[in-house]
T-cell receptor, first 109, second 115 residues
């Protein structure tokens, strides 16, 4: 079967750095996505990785290792508005997204 | 600058009732999707469409039907609602097969409760 694993919940302090991990087992791989979802709102696109390595976008970076079936999202200089759920999704061989259950990130002052 | 619009935002139904959820996008996207999101689970694909007049089943299609008569609209129907269909429903769209420059854009969701 296809599976995406992420921690259920993480807590971090404002101004700090946090790394959210995602491991996957899917039938084929056509890219990995990270989305942010604030409570009661729609998911919004953060990043996409298809090749191994690090992609940086401002305070957010995403890393991929295809051989290990592993990705992480790195958030720097945390702000209170970063409190949200972070969803990892993998595009399989049929070009359909398989979604993780999401990681709820709680930022404390 | 509407993007993806879902109506209604909230609805309470009784078991056995029917209803239609409407999704409209103004980005000229070819691909549209219906997901459900339940606590502790990832988004699950119900049905999707790769263009006007086409529909296909996703991971959890049972109990739902869809139609894509116009490119900008994608309707999700529940013919006989069941309590197991209580969920938050999200519509999404993308220009083509989702890729680096073609992420899926989501609507704000419809919160549906079946009593």
């Amino acid at each position: 079967g296809q599976n995406i694993d992420q921690p259920t919940e993480m807590t971090a302090t404002e101004g700090a750095i946090v790394q959210i991990n995602c491991t996957y087992q899917t039938s084929g791989f056509n890219g990995l996505f990270w989305y942010q979802q604030h409570a009661g709102e729609a998911p919004t696109f953060l990043s996409y990785n298809v090749l191994d390595g690090l992609e940086e976008k401002g305070r957010f970076s995403s890393f991929l290792s295809r051989s290990k079936g592993y990705s992480y999202l790195l958030l720097k200089e945390l702000q209170m508005k970063d409190s949200a759920s972070y969803l990892c999704a993998v595009m399989d061989s049929n070009y359909q997204l398989i979604w993780g259950a999401g990681t709820k990130l709680i930022i404390k002052p | 600058n509407a993007g993806v619009t879902q109506t209604p935002k909230f609805r309470v139904l009784k078991t056995g009732q029917s209803m239609t959820l409407l999704c409209a996008q103004d980005m000229n996207h070819e691909y549209m999707y219906w997901y459900r999101q339940d606590p502790g689970m990832g988004l699950r694909l119900i049905h999707y469409s790769v263009g006007e007049g086409t529909t296909a089943k996703g991971e959890v299609p049972d109990g739902y039907n869809v139609s894509r008569l116009k490119k900008q609209n994608f309707l999700l129907g529940l013919e006989s609602a069941a309590p197991s269909q209580t969920s938050v429903y999200f519509c999404a769209s993308s220009y083509s097969e989702t890729g680096a420059d073609q992420p899926q854009h989501f609507g704000d969701g419809t919160r549906l409760s079946i009593l």
